[in-house]
């Protein structure tokens, strides 16, 4: 068997480990060389490379994956992102500084493009490490680089690390709108021991800018200062929704709150769209019941406890609904649909031809639109080598609008390549400008909520191309809106799109990914 040379020093240094403690020399087993050889074959499925990560979390040490992080080197001259963004989530899975350490010189070096600024972001969230949070702290907020500040608050918040609560404090003065509101929410989150904290954040409350000032309030709500409970409540009860869905959250963290609770359960019995779910999450872990989004088995509950009922409609759960099986409560959605060339081929059983993949397409966004109600706003969005919407707005959705609507999907025809880029930017309502620039001056609250995104393969033209520069984008794009971005892979075989694109894109923004295969 012959193996790329570039791949040599890999398999002494796994053999290595292999033998670590032991004090003899070993080998890899036939059958792991086996794998990795064939993970990192060129002409296989790129899919398969990342396999060959997992091979090496399985068999090496944390000293040994710092050298083995040199085929880094290789891949970035290749601009394997694929296996790029996995050996950041390995390196980060250790949990340690010489790890971190190789995370952010890797992300300097490519002078911060926002796709490893984003893989770093995801690697390093999960790590607990004292000294690698220290490395976060000292090197990533210290950077003159607003997006790579602003995603290693995110990795702060995530661990709520309390020393880093200064310079977050710090960073409420920046002149981006973004780090301000991305220090904000962090700040709520590891600050709770930092006696400055409070007044920091009311101070940000007045910021002219949305984003950070409504930021302020989430922090509030994260530090669970009871002084700013008017303010906290406000927002939930009628501020925009976005902001409404990132407090939401923050109130799960006050467990056993009885206003907290009552605040909550009053909003998921009359509420609908896209904050019920956040509604519904938020009360389990405040109050350890499990009702999902049943508003009225939430409000029979806190009934039970003695507590006074509302007197109007209650929301139930027949409110959900399902694109291609995947429930969702959004009352303004954009479907997102995949007109190409390749459309027209078959499934994968091949029994009726006739059955094409664009004939399945058709029929679950035909159901889809069936389902609507009046108080549901919606668009449609068809993407080949151009994008094509199907209004200008989102509507609502009305008898004869979703009748002129299935008639619209009834009527579509399949030509041209796959636009992406261009797809995501009309879908989402210009949270993106051309240019791949982040709209940042105002929350997109005419447009969608959730979007839903169905394709059969790659990305082959438009504005970007490159599927972890798209993700990027949106992912970026989305911070501070929580906009849910569902995608669907419809193919015979997922070797026909990237799917770790697709996956991360909905795992990112508050959404899911699901492969339809007939």
Known sequence: MHFPKRLLPVFALLAAVSASGSGEKAELPADVLKRFHAAFDREQWDLKRREAVDI???HSEPVIIAEVSGLIDDLLKRSDDLVIQRFFELLGSHDTPECAARILEIVQRKRTAP??????REALKPCRSGQVLKLVADQGLASQDARLVESMCDVLAAAGHAPAAPALAKLLKRPEARVRAAAAEALGRCGKDFPAAAAALERLRKDPDPFAADSAVVGLAWLRHQPSWDAIRGIVEKGPWPARCRVIRALGAWEGDEKVMALLVEGIAKDAGRAVPELA???ERVSGQKFGTDGRKWQDWWKGRGNPAWVEEVRTQEGARDYHDVV???????????VSSSMEFATASGKDQKRTKFVIAKEGLCKALAELDEKTRFNIITFASYVNPWKKTLVDGTEPARKEAGDFVRKLGVQGNTN???ALVA????LIQTGRKVKLNAYELAGPDTVFLLTDGRPTTGGVLDPYEIL???TFANRFHAMQIYTFALCTDEKEI?????RLLAEWNNGVYKFIAD
């Open 420 to 422: 992406i880029f261009d």
């Open 498 to 502: 990237d799917p770790v694109f697709l």
């Open 472 to 474: 990027a984008t949106v």
């Open 328 to 338: 969702y409560h959004s009352q303004r959605v954009v479907f997102v649909l995949d």
């Open 281 to 283: 999450a938020a009360l």
């Open 427 to 430: 879908g989402t309502g210009a």
């Open 115 to 120: 796709k490893y600024v984003l893989f770093a």
């Open 56 to 58: 090496l979390k399985g």
